[in-house]
Structures are given as structure tokens and as C-alpha cells.
């Protein structure tokens, strides 16, 4: 997945400058192929990253009262921890959010503006 994440930005520059020069059909197709590979790793760890900080929001909901010490305690912990969201990582790319999507079409779109004034 790193790979995936590390050369889509390129990947989808060169693609898009080809898709300005003249507009093939397999181009279109292997672009938006990309595009939603990636859409659909960003959007299953931002699901993932939410879902995880909703866990304390729940356990707090909870009549802590009702139960045992041991449960009490084991309540406290899963607060504490659900203060820290879990991430879908790709290497050292940072987490795979909506922002990580936007940062890779940011980069896409700086190759387009490259290649364009380079030709």
C-alpha cells in the first residue's frame, strides 16, 4: 500500500497531462481506475479512524454503576484509550484520511501544471 500511495500522486499527473494532450479512452479508464483504488483506501481509514474515536463517546453512555470493580475499571482503560483514534497507515505517508486524498490530488495536480508548462 505504500507503493500504491507513493506513486499515485505522480502516477495520476502524468495521467492527467496525457488526458489534456489528446483524450484516449484507456487513459480515462486507468484514471479513474486510480482514483477510486485510493478513494476507497482513504475513505475505509477515515471510517476506521471515526469509528475508533466513537468508542469512548459510547463506553461513557454506559451506567457505570451498574457494574463490577473489575468492569469499572476495564471502562476507565478503554476511555482512556479511545482518547488515541486508531489510523489505516501507508509507511511514513501519515494516516489514510480525506486529507491524505486531497494531498494526493494537490500532488497530481502540481505534476499536471509541470508538465504542461515543461511542454
Known sequence: MMMHISLTGPFIGVIGYTFLTYIPIDATA???AWLVATSIVCYG?????EASMSVGN???????YDLETDM???LILIIIRSRFPV???AGP??????????TILKTSYS???LLTQMM
Open 87 to 89: 489510523y489505516l497507515t
Open 30 to 32: 486507468l484514471l479513474l
Open 93 to 102: 505517508f501519515g494516516p489514510m484520511t480525506y486529507s491524505t486524498i486531497v
Open 72 to 74: 469499572r475499571k476495564e
Open 45 to 49: 481509514g477515515q471510517r476506521l479512524m
Open 111 to 113: 505534476y499536471v501544471t
Open 58 to 64: 459510547i463506553m461513557q453512555r454506559i451506567n457505570w
